[in-house]
C-alpha cells in the first residue's frame, strides 16, 4: 500500500513521512489530542477556527488568505475528529511540492512557517488575548451551526441517539457545544483552552513530499520547538466508552415539524474499533449499507419501499452500531420489523457469499481511493495515528479476505439492541 518511516522528534512526539514523486502537490498536517470535557466542546471548535484565519503577521483574514494567495494558492484546512475519552484538532496544510515551485526560496519552510505562525503565534488584541469582536463573529457563527443541526432531522436524530446511548459524563457532549456553553465563553477562557491544546496535548506530524525525512524533521524543530520542548501531555488511553451493563431497549419519541420522521435504530458492539476481531465491522458495515446492493438499501428501501433513505454507521466514539431511517409518519413499526428481518438473515449465516465478495471489493477501492491524493492520504495517516489505528493495510486486506457468512453470523449473535429513536411530527415524550 504505502511505505511509511517514522522519526522520533522529541519524546512522545512522532513524525509520520509519506515519500512521494507522482504528485506536484505535497501535505503536511498536525494534530493535537486532548480529554474531552464538558463545556469546553464550543471553544474547542471556535479555538479551532480562530487560529486558521489570522495571524500576528497576518493579523486580519484579508491578510491571511491574500499570504496564501501568494504561496502559490496554498490551501488550509482543520478537523475535529473523537474518539473514545479523546477528541484531536488537526490542521493541514496543501501546497505545491517543493522541485516544482518557481521563484520562492524554501517554499516548504515559508508554508510551514505560515501554518506555525497561525497556530503558535494568534493575531491578540492589546491584553494578549483574542480580540473580542473576532470572538463575537466566531460565536455568531457557532451558534448557526447548532441550530443548522436541529434543522436537519438526520443530523439531530443521529446526535440525539448518541445522547441517550452513552455516558453521561463525555459521550452526550456535542460537537459543537451547546448554546449556553457558546454565550458563556470569554476570552479569558478560551486563551487558557489554548494553552491547554499547545502544552497538554499529545502531538503527532504528518508529510507527505519530495523532501528528505530529515529535512522536514529539521524544519517542525525550528518551527515547532517551544511546544515540542516545553510540553506536559496528560496521560491516557483511547478508551471506549465507560458503559453501562445491557439494559431493556430504551424507546425515546421525539416532536419534530414537518411531514417526514427519522427512525434511529442503535445496537451495541461486543468490541472497540482497536480491539482483536475489531476488522469484521468494516465487512459488516459493508454488507449492510455501503457495498453495492448493500442489504439495507435494496431490502428496506428498493424492494419493500418502507423509507425514502436507510444507512448504516459504526460510532467509533460511541461504540455503537446505527442505524438511520428516513420514513414516513406511522411507519416505525413497519420499519423496524424490515431492519429486524435483514439482521436475522446476516445472524443466521444467510448472507450471499456475493455480496460479501462485493464488500470486500467496496472496502479495497475506498481504501486505495484515499490514497490517491496527498490531502487526503496525510488526514488520514494523521488521524488512525493519533488513536493508535493501524495503516498498514495489507495485513488488513488479509484478515479481510478470510471473513464469510458465518463469521458475520457469529459476530451479529454478539450484537444487542440499544435504543430506538423517533424524531415524528406526532406527539412527544418519552416511553421506557
Not at 133 to 146: F, G, H, P, R
Not at 220 to 237: H, M, Y
Not at 371 to 377: I, L, N, R
Amino acid at each position: 500500500m504505502i511505505q511509511i518511516k517514522t522519526l522520533t522528534l522529541c519524546p512522545g512526539v512522532l513524525l509520520d513521512y509519506v515519500p512521494t514523486e507522482d504528485y506536484k502537490n505535497a501535505a503536511f498536517a498536525v494534530g493535537f489530542k486532548y480529554k474531552i470535557r464538558r463545556g469546553r466542546s464550543a471553544a474547542d471548535a471556535m479555538l479551532s477556527r480562530l487560529l486558521f484565519r489570522s495571524s500576528r503577521d497576518y493579523p486580519t483574514h484579508t491578510l491571511f488568505s491574500r499570504r496564501m494567495e501568494e504561496l502559490y494558492s496554498t490551501s488550509l484546512s482543520l478537523q475535529s475528529s473523537r474518539y473514545g475519552d479523546f477528541r484531536a484538532a488537526t490542521f493541514q496544510a496543501t501546497f505545491l511540492d517543493e522541485p516544482y515551485v518557481h521563484g520562492i526560496p524554501s517554499f516548504t519552510r515559508e508554508v510551514l512557517a505560515t501554518v506555525a505562525g497561525a497556530i503558535l503565534r494568534p493575531a491578540l488584541d492589546q491584553n494578549g488575548k483574542f480580540p473580542i469582536d473576532v470572538i463575537e463573529q466566531e460565536k455568531t457563527t457557532l451558534l448557526d451551526q447548532i441550530k443548522a443541526i436541529r434543522n436537519n432531522k438526520n443530523a439531530y436524530a443521529m446526535t440525539r441517539l448518541i445522547e441517550i446511548t452513552a455516558d453521561p459524563d463525555r459521550y452526550d457532549v456535542p460537537d459543537y457545544g451547546t448554546v449556553e456553553e457558546v454565550e458563556q465563553i470569554t476570552a479569558e477562557f478560551l486563551w487558557r483552552r489554548y494553552r491547554e491544546m499547545l502544552y497538554r496535548s499529545e502531538i503527532r506530524f504528518v508529510y507527505e513530499g519530495s523532501l528528505k525525512p530529515e529535512e522536514i524533521a529539521h524544519l517542525i524543530g525550528e518551527l515547532f520547538g517551544e511546544i515540542l520542548t516545553e510540553r506536559r501531555p496528560l496521560a491516557g488511553k483511547n478508551c471506549l466508552p465507560r458503559r453501562a451493563p445491557h439494559r431493556p431497549v430504551l424507546r425515546v419519541r421525539e416532536e419534530t415539524d414537518g411531514k417526514q420522521a427519522m427512525l434511529g435504530l442503535s445496537y451495541r458492539l461486543p468490541v472497540g474499533f482497536t480491539e482483536p476481531g475489531a476488522e469484521i465491522l468494516t465487512v459488516l458495515s459493508a454488507v449492510l449499507s455501503d457495498a453495492p446492493m448493500a442489504l439495507l438499501f435494496s431490502e428496506v428501501r428498493e424492494k419493500n419501499g418502507f423509507c425514502y433513505s436507510i444507512h448504516s454507521s459504526l460510532r467509533s466514539s460511541n461504540r455503537n452500531l446505527v442505524i438511520m431511517c428516513g420514513i414516513a409518519p406511522d411507519s416505525e413499526l413497519d420499519v423496524e420489523r424490515a431492519v429486524s428481518r435483514v439482521l436475522s438473515t446476516v445472524r443466521t449465516g444467510k448472507t450471499d457469499p456475493a455480496l460479501v465478495r462485493a464488500a470486500l471489493a467496496y472496502i479495497k477501492m475506498s481504501v486505495a481511493s484515499v490514497f490517491e491524493s496527498v490531502d487526503a492520504t496525510v488526514g488520514y495517516v494523521l488521524f488512525r495515528r493519533l488513536f493508535n489505528r493501524t495503516v498498514d493495510f495489507d495485513k488488513l486486506f488479509e484478515r479481510w479476505e478470510k471473513i464469510t457468512s458465518d463469521d458475520l453470523a457469529a459476530f451479529m449473535k454478539k450484537i444487542r439492541p440499544d435504543a430506538v429513536y423517533l424524531l415524528s411530527p406526532e406527539g412527544g415524550g418519552q416511553n421506557g
